[in-house]
């Protein structure tokens, strides 16, 4: 990344520096190579790059994590609800198909497997906590490209003042530099590549920052629809009394039957 933004940069700079007109300073001046671009641009190239590299290898290892077969493959659901057989009743085959699935979304099922006997108030919550901690993950490394695309500039600027400090201090304690303005504007004009490193590197850096978190909002929207499928076919799912032969039934046959029974009573009285 530091590469390909140097390249262009220098590539820019060194088409301004070259004027047949600006003499010997010019030509000292002019960036030949990505080296001389890093090296015109004194110590504050070195944070800069730096960060580009940390910029760089944060983006390439999101973009590989945050890769839907990664957060919510399309086949779970459908596989889940095989692994949960006819009537949902095999909880550890589903408990299992899901400890074998690193996905997030298989961590948030796995949860709602586990406490599907608990009132649905309490599971809700229960969901809710596991799917904050799978968007914390999913959210991770995102506050360093925020940084980097705040800070380079700053480095860049910082880099620039140091720059201008030197130049001028050059100028001021050079009796030759009198009445020679261009020795003045070859060390500005040396100054101001750490400002243009800085937002090379903080331009790209601020995109893939948005854009990351777009596709992360993207992926919880996608979680939360296949966390609703299933939750709304298999929440309400009750332990039976032993001796039963269905492990599992829904709740509202439960209370149906439970609402029937007083009516029978009632009518046999």
């Known amino acids: 990344m530091i590469e390909m933004l140097t390249a262009w940069g220098a590539t820019i700079l060194g088409q301004a520096a070259q004027n047949p007109d600006t003499g010997a300073a010019a030509s000292s001046a002019q960036i030949q190579s990505v080296w001389d671009f890093v090296v015109k641009g004194g110590p504050m190239m070195i944070p800069i790059g730096i960060c580009s590299l940390v910029a760089l290898t944060v983006l390439i290892e999101r973009l590989f994590t945050l ?11 459908p596989n889940l609800r095989n692994a949960m057989g006819e009537g949902g009743g095999d909880r550890n085959e589903a408990m299992d198909y899901c400890r074998d699935n690193p996905s997030p979304i298989a961590a948030i099922c796995a949860t709602a497997i586990k406490r599907q006997h608990e009132p649905i108030e309490l599971l809700e919550k229960h969901i809710q906590e596991a799917g904050e901690r799978e968007v914390t993950k999913l959210r991770r490394f995102l506050r360093p ?14 880099g620039t003042i140091f720059g201008m400090i030197k130049a001028f201090q050059t100028v001021a304690t050079s009796g030759e530099a009198l009445g020679k303005a261009e020795l003045l504007a070859t060390g500005i004009y040396e100054a101001m590549i750490t400002t243009a490193a800085g937002l090379l590197v903080a331009i790209p850096t601020l995109i893939a920052y948005h854009w990351i978190s777009a596709k992360i909002e993207a992926l919880v929207i996608e979680m939360d629809r296949v966390t609703c499928e299933f939750v709304e076919a298999y929440a309400g799912l009750a332990i039976d009394p032993p001796g039963e032969k269905s492990a599992l039934r829904p709740v509202k046959d439960r209370d149906q039957n439970e609402t029937d029974e007083p009516q029978t009573a009632m009518a046999s009285a």
Request: proline content about 8%; cysteine-free; charged content about 15%.
């Open 67 to 77: 890769r839907r077969k990664n957060v919510a493959p399309a086949e779970f659901l």
């Open 145 to 158: 490209l925020s940084v980097i695309a705040a800070i380079t500039p700053l480095m860049g600027l910082l």
